[in-house]
């Protein structure tokens, strides 16, 4: 996440790490402007996409996923959480009825966003739509990478591109359906699954 979130801002990271010394990690940003800049017009809350769907944000980062819970609540959305992959299918099994499975990509457990969304659609397939989210520049190839059409919001992003972005994610047509089980270029073989289940 920090080493994604810097280098989207044109910095760089180095480790110094010695046995008996321990670890020093430098970041190092860009100089920030001095002169003065205007602020960005504010976007009205009635200029954002809206919904009413039932959405599963599935994220890792406790205040990530607190922050992202409450702008979707105000956007009209009805949201449920999971801190991980495996507590995500826990909730889908259980059979909540879910519009759209928001999900990061990179997550501890051992099971990434990308296996997370083939395994929903496994156990239910036609039931809901996916929209990936990920700081890491190097997803949105591997989305890219995969059979059918996966959307990737890249972190960090502002309440009108979430809110944009959900929109989008939920009105695509049924013809740009289909999670693959793996991304193509690793060596394995792509599966996807049927076609009930956008992306």
């Given at each position: 996440?920090?080493?994604?979130?810097?280098?989207?801002?044109g910095?760089h990271?180095?480790?110094?790490?010695?046995?008996g010394?321990g670890?020093?990690?430098?970041?190092?940003?860009?100089?920030?402007?001095?002169?003065?800049?205007?602020?960005?017009?504010?976007?009205?809350?009635?200029?954002?996409?809206?919904?009413?769907?039932?959405?599963?944000?599935?994220?890792?980062?406790?205040?990530?996923l607190?922050l992202?819970?409450?702008?979707?609540?105000?956007l009209?959305?009805?949201?449920?959480?999971?801190?991980n992959?495996?507590?995500?299918?826990?909730l889908?099994?259980?059979?909540?009825?879910?519009?759209?499975?928001?999900?990061?990509?990179?997550?501890p457990?051992?099971?990434?966003?990308?296996?997370?969304a083939?395994?929903?659609?496994?156990?239910?397939?036609?039931?809901?739509?996916?929209?990936?989210?990920?700081?890491?520049?190097?997803?949105?190839k591997?989305?890219?990478?995969?059979?059918?059409?996966?959307?990737?919001?890249p972190?960090?992003?502002?309440?009108?591109?979430?809110?944009?972005?959900?929109?989008?994610?939920?009105?695509?047509?049924?013809e740009t359906?289909?999670?693959?089980?793996r991304?193509?270029g690793?060596g394995?073989?792509?599966?996807s699954?049927?076609?009930?289940?956008?992306?």
């Open positions: 996440m920090v080493y994604g979130f810097v280098k989207q801002s910095g990271v180095r480790i110094d790490s010695e046995i010394r670890t020093v990690v430098e970041i190092y940003l860009p100089l920030a402007s001095t002169q003065d800049v205007d602020p960005p017009p504010v976007r009205q809350t009635a200029e954002l996409s809206r919904g009413g769907e039932s959405i599963l944000m599935v994220e890792d980062h406790a205040a990530l607190e992202t819970e409450l702008q979707l609540t105000a009209g959305y009805r949201v449920r959480t999971a801190e992959g495996a507590a995500a299918l826990l889908i099994e259980s059979g909540l009825e879910i519009d759209l499975l928001f999900t990061d990509i990179v997550m457990g051992g099971m990434s966003g990308y296996e997370l083939a395994r929903a659609c496994a156990f239910r397939p036609g039931g809901f739509k996916v929209l990936f989210t990920s700081g890491f520049a190097g997803d949105a591997g989305a890219a990478a995969f059979s059918g059409y996966a959307p990737l919001l972190k960090p992003y502002r309440k009108y591109e979430l809110a944009n972005a959900m929109r989008d994610a939920l009105d695509r047509p049924p359906n289909g999670v693959p089980v991304p193509k690793d394995a073989t792509v599966t699954a049927p076609a009930s289940l956008s992306v």
